[in-house]
């Protein structure tokens, strides 16, 4: 089950360093981005930390505050985008969604409460964004998230399908079409992506079925046509 945020102040040198990492069970530290700030629920953005992405985990410690820091592991993190429409949030940033284990017991309001109190309970929180100083720094951040991400699949529990995940390649579009003749149109450059999901979904076979579909209706719009040419030259002789 989903563990959620958490709060993360395990530091090396005298609680000044980088974060310890569970360098036991083979975690290594993949991308370091200096003077992040975060948002966690609906607050206000923080003071200015540092991001640590790991193979296993996301991590922000505070540059001013060093008993702040927060984590959230990549099997909790449901989604990952980059947002930079001012009205969704008024500065570019890495959106993510959390999966808590109160999902399922806590409903909207309750949750928002807890966001805007002053205790905040990390358990029920949903929603972070990680805002970096340099906007231009969000594609790479983003491409890490990708990478990282898909070294953590959701664990497939016993009877339960595979499922698909939102970014899938060529030949697994053959694949899925069954041999058909069917055109695929799709983007050769992965910065084109604005989000990704973990786990199972349904999405990407339905869109594969919706894309199949589509080119059997025009097929047979086109045979149709083409009899009805030939039904009027026959009446024509």
């Known amino acids: 089950m989903a563990v959620g945020l958490r709060h993360f102040t395990a ?3 005298n609680g000044v360093g980088e974060p310890i990492l569970d360098t036991d069970n083979g975690e290594e530290l993949v991308h370091i ?19 640590y992405i790991t193979t296993g985990q996301v991590i922000w410690l505070s540059e001013l505050d060093r008993e702040k820091g927060y984590a959230v592991d990549f099997l909790s993190l449901s989604l990952h985008a980059v947002s930079r429409d001012p009205e969704a949030y008024p500065s570019p940033c890495i959106y993510t969604q959390i999966e808590t284990e109160a ?9 928002s409460d807890s966001e805007c109190s002053e205790v905040l309970d990390l358990s029920k929180i949903r929603e ?22 898909e070294l953590n699949p959701e664990p497939i529990e016993e009877g339960e399908e595979e499922g698909h995940n939102w970014i899938f390649s060529a030949d697994q579009l053959e694949d899925e079409a069954g041999g058909d003749d069917v ?9 084109n992506t604005i989000g990704h999901s973990n786990g199972h979904h349904d999405l990407a076979s339905s869109v594969l079925e919706l894309q199949i579909n589509d080119q059997r209706f025009e097929d047979a719009e086109e045979m149709e046509q083409d009899a009805d040419t030939g039904h009027h030259h026959q009446s024509q002789q």
Do not use: K
Not at 103 to 111: A, K, L, N, P
Not at 183 to 191: A, D, G, I, K, V
């Open 183 to 191: 055109e695929w149109h799709f983007s050769q450059n992965p910065t």
């Open 128 to 149: 972070m964004r990680f805002i970096p100083s340099d906007a231009n720094q969000l594609d790479t951040l983003f491409q890490v998230f990708c990478e990282c991400a």
């Open 33 to 51: 981005q200096p003077s992040v700030s975060v948002a966690v629920g609906n607050r206000a953005s923080e003071s200015l930390g540092t991001l």
């Open 11 to 13: 530091r090396a040198g």
């Open 103 to 111: 999902d399922e017991v806590e409903d909207e309001s309750e949750d």
